[in-house]
Each structure stands twice: as structure tokens, then as C-alpha cells.
């Protein structure tokens, strides 16, 4: 067997130490997540490795964390752990005087002594590309017990949920896939563009690639077919290497009419991971994880990763509704187009769920390149921001964290995230004001990089 070429680092070991000590010592434990894929699959994890550590144990996952939740979750709270979430709270954590620890992977502002922070950029790890929040509850889990390697296929729904796949693996994701493929829980298998199961509905009813006349259209995507040469009704595995070359060779081809970049192409076109034990492969989990987080039904997906027979069902139920509100949502934007401001593009929608997943694909597929994407859905007094950008942009300077963050305080609001993809929370009325800011942050940004 090839030696790993990855290593975690000591920083990062030591706290892991740290926090599994404290946890010895506790019975009851508050686990509180996010509600999105890598969420979903970080509290999967913990909860998974406390039930074998015979703790007893509350698990919440959250759209996003405020004061009141931390206030909430503090109180009467033997143990806490938050994780992808809790590096952006290290105030109202120490506040709280709650043995708490955060197992995060979002750019932290500073560190903390008081509360068990653990966090790979703290030791030189980009929590945006090479660890996601559940690669650092793996690697907690596999720390407190040898025997929690097998929840690994649940942590790389983490890592694909959150697109950390798409230009190979690094860091901590490597590792763990390093050390999986070793003890055989993984297998890496060849990118391919051909969708699995039946071809006209794989092409027809997936969010990925998006291309305009075959995507919610089932003429369209078994006209595709007929031009490839192959039979309407084939499945993945009818046909053979020609007609699948023929047939990739064609979505490509769709994809660059449609203006689609090389970089999204070749993004597309990653890696996959299989887990042979649960016959599973990561991006399959992650779409499942996803789609019940973003119906409200994150309970469910909890409970598809503790092995609930009738979860999975009810989660593959869920992905179909999913899918196809989300098809709806791009069809609209395909119509109707974005709107242009000199840095920024912007969309409204009106299901706040599916805000992030339509502003990533229509960065992808259907917007201006050269401009980050903003979508925004009504949530009560407030409007809810998501926003994606792409690593060229990254490359211009753009910091998505930073410019969500800054223009949603000068309004009132609040945000942060990651540099490709950030989110916000802002008051209605200052909807247009915290366009304008972020506009010409991303001017700024800009401007300052070329200096
Ligand atoms: O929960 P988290 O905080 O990490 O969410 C990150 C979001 O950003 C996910 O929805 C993920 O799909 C998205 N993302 C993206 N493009 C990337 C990396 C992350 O759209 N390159
Ligand atoms: O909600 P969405 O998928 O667009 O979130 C993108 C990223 O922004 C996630 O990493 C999320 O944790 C972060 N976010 C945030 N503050 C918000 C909303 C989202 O830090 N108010």
C-alpha cells in the first residue's frame, strides 16, 4: 500500500485531544449543525460516534446561528458541540461559560482559549477547499473510537455537498480518503458526464449540468439521445463506449453553445467516490442529505445517516420534489435573466431554500462570468442573501465572506461564509441599500488586488 502524502497537523491533533478528554467526562451532550449537506453529515457523524460512546445526546441543526440560539443552547447545557457553524460566535460561546466545542471550517476572525476551537485554518488548512465541517468531525469521531472509520462515506457527503471534490481532493479530505482507501471502506471511480439509471431521465430531471432544452425537458433530452445513436429507454449500463463518448462528446458541446466555461466543464467532470459496504456513492448521499435539509425535513437526513431503513426512502422521495422545484426555479431565471449592477448580478426567489442551489447554478450555467451571483428570498422582515462566485473571481481579489459580512453589517444585517460562497441575513427595507454596498465592496476588492 502507497503511503498517505498528507498529515494532519499537531495543532489540530492536540485540540482533538482536548475536546476528547471533556467529552469523557460528560453524559449528556447538544449537538447543533447546519441544515445543509455537510451539516446534515457533520451531526450524522457525532451523533453516530455518541451513541457508541453510550452518551446521551439532543441534535438541532439550524439555518443559521444567532445570539438567541447560542443563548438557547447554553442554557442548562452540560456539553455543547456546534459544528459547521460556531467560529463566527467565539464571543457569545466564552460568554456563556458552557463547555463547548466548535468543529467548524469557516474562516475564523481570531481563536479562542475558553471553548475547545477546531478549526483547520487555524493550522494552515483552507476550510473552503480541503475540509470540510464533517472531515473535521471524522476526524474527532475516528480519534474517539478506531471503529467510527466506517462512518467515512456519511463525512464525504460533507465534502462533495460542499463541492470540496471538484479540483481533487486536498488536506484533511485527502487524508481521510488516503486512509479509507488503505483500510478499503473507499474506491475512487473515473469522472464521467453520463448520468447514472435511466439516461432520458438522469439528463431530464438532474440539477448538474444545466443545459437549456434538456434539463426539465424530456423531449429535449431524448432528442439528445437519438443523436448520440442511442436508444431513448437506455440505461447507463446498455451502452458502450462509443455511444458513451458520443454522448458526453454532445453535452459538451451543448454546454460550451450555452456559454458554459472550460473550468465548470472540468469541474463537472471530478472524481467520484464509491463506498462498496453501504453501495454508495458521496455525491448520491450528499443530494440526499441536501434535499432534506432544504425541505425542512433535516430530522430525516439525520436519521438516513444512523442507518433508518424508511429515511432513505423517504429521503429519495424528498430529492424527486426537490429536484424538480429547483429545475422550476432555473427555468425561471433562464427566462426571465439576472439583473445587472456594475460588480454584481442579482435574482429574487421566493423559496428561501433553494436560494443557495439556484445562485450556484446560475453562476455556473446561465449568468455573467465575470460577476458574482446574488440571490435573494423574502424570509419574514428580513430578506435572506446567498452568493457564489467562481475561483477566477477568487482570483481577481474577490472575497465573498468578507463582502457579505461588511456590507450586511453597514445595513444592519449580518454575514459571512466562505470566499466562493457566503450568505447573509438583512432587513427587508434595506434591501437596495446592501445591493449598492456590496456593489462597490466587490468594486473595492477588486480594485485593490490590481494595485
Ligand atoms: O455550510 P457552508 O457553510 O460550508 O456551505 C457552503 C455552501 O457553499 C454549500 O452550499 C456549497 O455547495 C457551496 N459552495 C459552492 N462552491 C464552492 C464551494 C462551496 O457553491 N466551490
Ligand atoms: O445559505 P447559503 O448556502 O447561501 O450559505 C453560503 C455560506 O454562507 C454558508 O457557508 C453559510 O454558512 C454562510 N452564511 C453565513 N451567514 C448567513 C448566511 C449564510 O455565514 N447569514
Given at each position: 500500500?502507497?503511503?498517505?502524502?498528507?498529515?494532519?497537523?499537531?495543532?489540530?491533533?492536540?485540540?482533538?485531544?482536548?475536546?476528547?478528554?471533556?467529552?469523557?467526562?460528560?453524559?449528556?451532550?447538544?449537538v447543533i449543525s447546519h441544515y445543509d449537506a455537510d451539516g446534515i453529515s457533520s451531526a450524522g457523524v457525532l451523533c453516530n460516534?455518541l451513541l457508541?460512546?453510550?452518551?446521551?445526546f439532543h441534535a438541532t441543526l439550524i439555518k443559521?446561528?444567532?445570539?438567541?440560539?447560542?443563548?438557547?443552547?447554553?442554557?442548562?447545557?452540560?456539553?455543547?458541540?456546534?459544528s459547521d457553524?460556531?467560529?463566527?460566535?467565539?464571543?457569545?460561546?466564552?460568554?456563556?461559560?458552557?463547555?463547548?466545542?466548535?468543529?467548524?471550517?469557516?474562516?475564523?476572525?481570531?481563536?479562542?482559549?475558553?471553548?475547545?476551537?477546531?478549526?483547520?485554518?487555524?493550522?494552515?488548512?483552507?476550510?473552503?477547499?480541503?475540509?470540510?465541517?464533517s472531515?473535521?468531525?471524522?476526524?474527532?469521531?475516528?480519534?474517539?473510537?478506531?471503529?467510527?472509520?466506517d462512518l467515512?462515506p456519511i463525512a464525504f457527503a460533507g465534502?462533495s455537498g460542499d463541492?470540496?471534490?471538484?479540483?481533487?481532493?486536498?488536506?484533511?479530505?485527502?487524508?481521510?480518503?488516503?486512509?479509507?482507501?488503505?483500510?478499503?471502506?473507499?474506491?475512487?471511480?473515473?469522472?464521467?458526464?453520463?448520468p447514472s439509471g435511466p439516461?432520458?431521465d438522469g439528463?431530464c430531471n438532474s440539477i448538474?449540468?444545466?443545459?437549456?432544452?434538456?434539463?426539465s425537458?424530456?423531449?429535449?433530452?431524448?432528442?439528445?439521445?437519438?443523436?448520440?445513436?442511442?436508444?431513448?429507454?437506455?440505461?447507463?449500463?446498455?451502452?458502450?463506449?462509443?455511444?458513451?463518448?458520443?454522448?458526453?462528446?454532445?453535452?459538451?458541446?451543448?454546454?460550451?453553445?450555452?456559454?458554459?466555461?472550460?473550468?465548470?466543464?472540468?469541474?463537472?467532470?471530478?472524481?467520484?467516490?464509491y463506498f462498496?459496504k453501504r453501495k454508495i456513492e458521496a455525491g448520491d448521499l450528499a443530494s440526499l442529505l441536501n434535499a432534506c435539509g432544504r425541505s425542512d425535513k433535516e430530522g430525516m437526513g439525520v436519521a438516513l445517516t444512523l442507518g433508518d431503513p424508511e429515511a432513505m426512502a423517504e429521503a429519495q422521495r424528498l430529492r424527486k420534489e426537490y429536484t424538480s422545484e429547483v429545475l422550476a426555479g432555473?427555468?425561471?431565471?433562464?427566462?426571465?435573466?439576472?439583473?445587472?449592477?456594475?460588480?454584481?448580478?442579482?435574482?429574487?426567489?421566493?423559496g428561501m431554500g433553494l436560494?443557495g442551489i439556484?445562485?450556484?447554478?446560475?453562476?455556473?450555467?446561465?449568468?455573467?462570468?465575470?460577476?458574482?451571483?446574488?440571490?435573494?428570498?423574502?424570509?419574514?422582515?428580513?430578506?435572506?442573501?446567498?452568493?457564489?462566485?467562481?475561483?477566477?473571481?477568487?482570483?481577481?481579489?474577490?472575497?465573498?465572506?468578507?463582502?457579505?459580512?461588511?456590507?450586511?453589517?453597514?445595513?444592519?444585517?449580518?454575514?459571512?461564509?466562505?470566499?466562493?460562497?457566503?450568505?447573509?441575513?438583512?432587513?427587508?427595507?434595506?434591501?437596495?441599500?446592501?445591493?449598492?454596498?456590496?456593489?462597490?465592496?466587490?468594486?473595492?476588492?477588486?480594485?485593490?488586488?490590481?494595485?
Amino acid at each position: 500500500m502507497e503511503p498517505g502524502t498528507e498529515q494532519i497537523p499537531d495543532k489540530l491533533l492536540s485540540r482533538i485531544s482536548i475536546a476528547k478528554q471533556e467529552l469523557e467526562h460528560c453524559s449528556d451532550v447538544r449537538v447543533i449543525s447546519h441544515y445543509d449537506a455537510d451539516g446534515i453529515s457533520s451531526a450524522g457523524v457525532l451523533c453516530n460516534a455518541l451513541l457508541r460512546a453510550d452518551k446521551r445526546f439532543h441534535a438541532t441543526l439550524i439555518k443559521s446561528l444567532t445570539e438567541e440560539v447560542v443563548a438557547e443552547a447554553t442554557k442548562d447545557c452540560e456539553f455543547l458541540i456546534l459544528s459547521d457553524m460556531g467560529s463566527a460566535h467565539l464571543d457569545e460561546l466564552e460568554r456563556s461559560g458552557c463547555k463547548t466545542i466548535v468543529l467548524d471550517h469557516h474562516a475564523p476572525l481570531r481563536d479562542s482559549e475558553k471553548i475547545i476551537h477546531i478549526n483547520p485554518h487555524l493550522a494552515g488548512i483552507d476550510g473552503m477547499t480541503s475540509a470540510s465541517a464533517s472531515a473535521m468531525c471524522m476526524l474527532f469521531a475516528i480519534h474517539l473510537d478506531e471503529e467510527n472509520w466506517d462512518l467515512l462515506p456519511i463525512a464525504f457527503a460533507g465534502i462533495s455537498g460542499d463541492r470540496q471534490a471538484i479540483r481533487g481532493l486536498s488536506g484533511i479530505n485527502k487524508w481521510l480518503f488516503e486512509e479509507g482507501t488503505k483500510r478499503g471502506i473507499v474506491k475512487a471511480m473515473p469522472a464521467s458526464l453520463v448520468p447514472s439509471g435511466p439516461l432520458a431521465d438522469g439528463l431530464c430531471n438532474s440539477i448538474e449540468p444545466y443545459i437549456r432544452g434538456i434539463n426539465s425537458n424530456p423531449e429535449g433530452a431524448r432528442g439528445l439521445l437519438e443523436e448520440a445513436g442511442i436508444p431513448v429507454d437506455a440505461t447507463s449500463t446498455d451502452i458502450d463506449d462509443a455511444q458513451r463518448v458520443r454522448l458526453s462528446s454532445l453535452l459538451v458541446l451543448r454546454m460550451v453553445e450555452q456559454g458554459v466555461p472550460l473550468s465548470t466543464i472540468e469541474e463537472l467532470i471530478h472524481e467520484r467516490y464509491y463506498f462498496p459496504k453501504r453501495k454508495i456513492e458521496a455525491g448520491d448521499l450528499a443530494s440526499l442529505l441536501n434535499a432534506c435539509g432544504r425541505s425542512d425535513k433535516e430530522g430525516m437526513g439525520v436519521a438516513l445517516t444512523l442507518g433508518d431503513p424508511e429515511a432513505m426512502a423517504e429521503a429519495q422521495r424528498l430529492r424527486k420534489e426537490y429536484t424538480s422545484e429547483v429545475l422550476a426555479g432555473l427555468d425561471r431565471i433562464a427566462q426571465k435573466g439576472v439583473t445587472q449592477l456594475e460588480n454584481i448580478q442579482y435574482f429574487h426567489n421566493d423559496g428561501m431554500g433553494l436560494s443557495g442551489i439556484l445562485c450556484g447554478v446560475t453562476m455556473q450555467y446561465l449568468g455573467d462570468r465575470d460577476k458574482p451571483t446574488i440571490a435573494l428570498s423574502p424570509s419574514g422582515d428580513k430578506v435572506k442573501i446567498s452568493s457564489r462566485g467562481t475561483f477566477e473571481l477568487l482570483d481577481e481579489g474577490i472575497d465573498l465572506a468578507e463582502a457579505l459580512r461588511e456590507s450586511a453589517a453597514a445595513v444592519s444585517g449580518t454575514g459571512g461564509g466562505h470566499r466562493i460562497a457566503a450568505g447573509a441575513m438583512v432587513p427587508k427595507e434595506r434591501e437596495e441599500d446592501f445591493l449598492n454596498e456590496l456593489d462597490c465592496k466587490i468594486g473595492e476588492q477588486k480594485a485593490q488586488k490590481k494595485v
